[in-house]
């Protein structure tokens, strides 16, 4: 990873992301052989707002791989319940990753993981280096990144999100974030999290106690937090003790 030499960010774009985002925000264009087109053109127009707005010296635009993950191994029901992918959507991944080739940008994607963990495997890189870091995605789970170092953006919704701002939208530091999908759970990726333990809950016991490995270590003191079923909490989360584990790692 190279030192910052200028004042424009390093920028990591979820192409996975974006991609589908794209095709479901933009009509289904086609070209004059009846290729569509569609997310190409939305995901296009995002990567050349993001040049033209900030310059980049560094940057990469990051797609998920084809097969499984380690997640697949930890878990065989992850990201079951998603159906798959349409195919005028899948049609438009190799041309589009033509277009940003041709456009000079670096493309990764890496067997194994997804975009997300490469992102943060760079993110994670450059604020080590104090670079400053801004990853274009409109991933929810990327707000777990989030330090003075590391910035999303939401292209398509022109929102930005620091610390600060996360704080302000979830009512803890973004640090916390997967405690809080352990807990709660995904539906998005299947994540199961504790059963029982809905949005207000868990964010009664992030607030109230902190991290998961915090009040693991003193469920007696979960009796006394203000949530709703506090009085009850302790016991059930004992019992989904190992389910909440393997929700922190897949989160």
């Known amino acids: 990873m190279p030192t910052m030499q200028n004042s424009s960010p390093f920028i990591l774009v979820d192409g996975s992301s974006y991609l589908y985002r794209a ?3 933009m009509p289904n264009l086609t070209n004059s052989a009846g290729d569509f ?7 296009v127009n995002m990567l050349r707002k993001l040049l033209k707005d900030y310059d980049p010296q560094y940057m990469a635009v990051v797609f998920d791989a084809k097969g499984k993950t380690f997640r697949d191994d930890l878990y065989k029901e992850y990201k079951a319940n ?3 992918m349409p195919p005028e959507l899948r049609k438009q991944i190799e041309p589009l990753h033509q277009v940003i080739q041709a456009m000079g940008i670096p493309m990764l994607v890496i067997d194994g993981v997804e ?3 490469v992102i943060g495997t760079l993110a994670d890189a450059a604020t080590k280096k104090k670079m400053d870091t801004l990853i274009s995605t409109g991933d929810k789970d990327m707000v777990q990144l989030v330090n003075k170092h590391t910035t999303l953006v939401n292209t398509m919704t022109d ?12 009512g803890f530091p973004p640090s916390l974030f997967v405690d809080f999908l352990a807990l709660m759970g995904d539906k998005a990726d299947n994540i199961p999290g504790v059963a029982g333990v809905g949005e207000k809950t868990a964010l009664g016991l992030i607030q109230g106690l902190g991290s998961l490995e915090r009040f693991y270590k003193d469920l007696d003191s979960v009796a006394d937090l203000s949530c709703r079923g506090a009085t009850t ?13 393997l929700s922190h790692e897949l989160a």
Not at 37 to 43: F, L
Not at 233 to 245: F, G, M, N, Q, S
């Open 23 to 25: 095709f479901h925000a």
């Open 37 to 43: 087109t569609g997310a190409v053109y939305g995901v």
């Open 82 to 84: 998603r159906p798959p």
């Open 115 to 117: 975009a997300d963990d």
């Open 159 to 170: 929102t930005v999100m620091d610390e600060a701002a996360v704080e302000e939208k979830y």
């Open 233 to 245: 909490l302790a016991p059930k989360l004992e019992a989904e003790k190992a389910t909440a584990l």
